[in-house]
Every structure is written in structure tokens, then in C-alpha cells.
């Protein structure tokens, strides 16, 4: 009879199991990694040993980036060295990357610059597009060369490209509030479908605009949030960091209201099956996409600022930057904006320190009047 037992109860926990949904976290994670196999199988077969071994450390996304990178490495081989003529990517062994120069990997910098791809476009890179991918170069032979696979590392011989740090772009005061401004009015001017497509999304690009800008969360973090997900009891939302680490963002009462204001018109929606759980929807009833958002904030702020070219990680900036400002606490910022690493912060506020020293050369007269 126990065992009887036993056995029913084992099968009601699979048929849970079963059932449960999976939530956009781990779909997205599947979806990559599903990817990630397809695009490795135009790949060498001695790569899957790298990318097998970067598992414990990297995410899904992250190892489609570096498999990119790797790739446009083998492209330029076929494409400039007469010995990899009629070469697929497939075909590379590992002898081929022992017989690589430094002169080849300068040229391969050089290459990025401008290059054509596989499929007729012109590609170009800047400074840090050039510099990641000779990172990835540099991480793949690494691998190989520490594991004594191959005799030669030819991309420890080459210098990396300068990296400079990149002022921060951000929206000052006064255009913070234009923007939301505009957001929730800027429709007045509009006509037909404009006019439509604006009111019947307005609340809720205001509740974005305001969350982005009132806790600096990414613009991935924010498309993943679900409706489960906000605690307005204590004003807080869970949200999955870079790595997959959960982590809580609090929230003060203007982003409360944007986002109860929103939430009122989003209980009323019956959503496309498996986007029961997402709060913020696209105007095809699934859960939002990065490029939709993306292409919203650069709409909008393009009215605003024709000088600055705003994105949601300028959002991010700003937020940012006005909470150093108003605590200077930089190690708040970090927290807040889920830095794992301090200096990282500080390097992209240290202009802000600047300010404040000049603030001190004025603050003490020598002669007083």
C-alpha cells in the first residue's frame, strides 16, 4: 500500500513538473543555448572544447558573442591567406591556428576596421569593438596554448588597441523632466494612427521611461521583470542580473504610481499563450522586446536632445549620476546599479569627482571683500 503510495505521489510531482512554466529567464537561457549549438556546428571541431569550457563562468549570450568573434577570425584567414582558399570553417584543425603570425593578427586589427561580411555588408568597428575581439582571439589561443595543444600564441605578441574612457552622456535635470513631459503629453500634436498608436501605449511608456530613469535598471532587466515580480507593499521589484543573479531595486513614489497606473490597463489584457506573466507588453499582447524599448527611448529623447544620442543605458547613466550627486556615495551607486566590481563604478563617475574639487578651489576666498 505504501509503495502504492509512493508511486502516485511521484507521479504528481512530475505531472507538476511538468506543467510548470518556464519563466522568461530560463526560456531566454534555453533559447541561447540552443543557438549556441546550431552556430557550433559551422565551427572547428577543437573550438567545442573552449566553449564547453567557458560553461562554469560565462553565459549563453556571452559565448554567442565570443563564437562571433572567433568566426570573423576564421573569415579573414579564408579571405586573405592563398593557404585557406576553398576553406570552410569547418575545415580549420588546430595546426592552422599554430602556424598564425603576429603580422597576421595585425592584419586581422586592421581588417576589422572595415570589412565586408559573408553576406555583402560593410561592417565597421571602433577602438572597443576592435578591442573585444582581439580579446576573444586572445581568450581562444589561451585556452589551447595552456593546455599545450599548440606551440604558438602569436596574439600575446600583439598590442591591444588604447582604450580611453568614454565621457558619460547623460540627460540633465531639465531634460529629464522634457522628456517625461513628452512621454505623457506629446501626443497632443498628433494625428490618425499616430495619434492612436500614442494613447493606447502612453501609460505604459510612461511607467518605462519612469522606471528606467527612477532606478536605473537595464533595459534587459526591465523587459524580463513579470507581474509577480513587483512588491509594491515595499516598493521593490525582483529583477535577474547580468549572470543570472536575482537581485531586489527599490522604487520611490513617482515610479509607484507609473508603474499601479499601468498595471490597472495590463490586468485587462489577454495576452499571446506563454506571456501570461509579463508585465510590459508589446502592442502584439507578447512580452516587450530590448529593441522595442530601444527604438522608444531613442524616439522620444530625439525630441528632446538632438546633441546627445540617448539610449536606455543613458538612462541608466543618469540615474546614475544623479544619485552620486545627491550622496556621493559611490558605493551605494555600485550596489544600486549591481556592479559586482567598485572601480568600475568610480571609473565612470570619476568626472563627477572633478566637479566637486572644483567646487572646493571656490569655496575658500583668500581676501575677503
Do not use: W
Given at each position: 500500500?505504501?509503495n ?13 513538473q ?29 573550438s ?11 553565459t ?49 586589427e ?29 581568450s ?21 588597441p ?12 531639465d531634460e ?21 498608436y ?5 501609460v ?20 524580463g ?45 489577454v495576452t ?9 507588453l ?26 546627445k544620442?540617448?539610449?536606455p ?42 566637479d ?14
Amino acid at each position: 500500500m505504501n509503495n502504492t503510495n509512493d508511486i502516485n505521489n511521484k507521479n504528481d510531482f512530475n505531472n507538476r513538473q511538468t506543467s510548470k512554466k518556464i519563466d522568461y529567464h530560463e526560456q531566454l537561457s534555453i533559447d541561447n543555448t540552443l543557438k549556441l549549438r546550431e552556430i557550433l556546428k559551422t565551427m572547428p571541431d577543437f573550438s567545442k572544447d573552449y566553449f564547453r569550457a567557458m560553461e562554469t563562468t560565462t553565459t549563453a549570450k556571452t559565448r554567442i558573442s565570443y563564437i562571433y568573434d572567433i568566426r570573423l577570425f576564421f573569415y579573414f584567414l579564408i579571405n586573405s591567406n592563398p593557404m585557406y582558399s576553398g576553406y570552410e570553417t569547418k575545415d580549420f584543425k588546430l595546426k592552422d591556428l599554430d602556424m598564425v603570425s603576429p603580422l597576421d593578427i595585425e592584419e586581422f586589427e586592421e581588417f576589422l576596421k572595415v570589412y565586408t561580411n559573408s553576406e555583402g555588408k560593410i561592417c565597421k568597428n571602433d577602438i572597443r569593438g576592435i578591442h573585444r575581439k582581439l580579446s576573444s582571439l586572445r581568450s581562444f589561443y589561451a585556452y589551447f596554448y595552456k593546455r599545450q595543444m599548440i606551440t604558438n600564441n602569436p596574439t600575446v605578441l600583439v598590442d591591444m588597441p588604447k582604450l580611453r574612457d568614454r565621457e558619460i552622456i547623460r540627460l540633465d535635470y531639465d531634460e529629464v523632466a522634457m522628456l517625461l513631459d513628452i512621454v505623457e503629453n506629446g501626443g497632443n500634436d498628433l494625428k490618425g494612427m499616430k495619434k492612436v498608436y500614442y494613447e493606447k501605449n502612453k501609460v505604459r511608456n510612461l511607467a518605462i521611461f519612469t522606471l528606467l530613469l527612477g532606478t536605473g535598471i537595464r533595459v534587459s532587466e526591465c523587459v524580463g521583470i513579470d507581474i509577480n515580480d513587483i512588491d509594491f507593499k515595499n516598493n521593490r521589484i525582483r529583477i535577474m542580473r547580468k549572470g543570472q543573479k536575482e537581485d531586489f531595486v527599490y522604487f520611490g513614489d513617482e515610479v509607484e504610481q507609473a508603474l499601479k497606473n499601468y498595471l490597472q490597463e495590463r490586468l485587462t489584457v489577454v495576452t499571446k499563450p506563454g506571456h501570461e506573466q509579463a508585465f510590459f507588453l508589446s502592442i502584439q499582447k507578447r512580452r516587450i522586446s530590448v529593441q522595442a524599448i530601444e527604438d522608444l527611448v531613442s524616439d522620444y529623447a530625439g525630441k528632446v536632445t538632438t546633441f546627445k544620442h540617448i539610449t536606455p543605458h543613458k538612462l541608466r547613466s543618469t540615474y546614475g549620476t544623479n544619485l552620486y550627486r545627491e550622496t556621493g556615495d559611490i558605493y551605494l551607486v555600485a550596489e544600486v546599479l549591481g556592479h559586482n566590481d567598485v572601480n568600475t563604478t568610480r571609473k565612470h563617475y570619476a568626472a563627477l569627482d572633478e566637479d566637486r574639487k572644483r567646487m572646493a578651489a571656490k569655496a575658500v576666498s583668500l581676501r575677503k571683500e
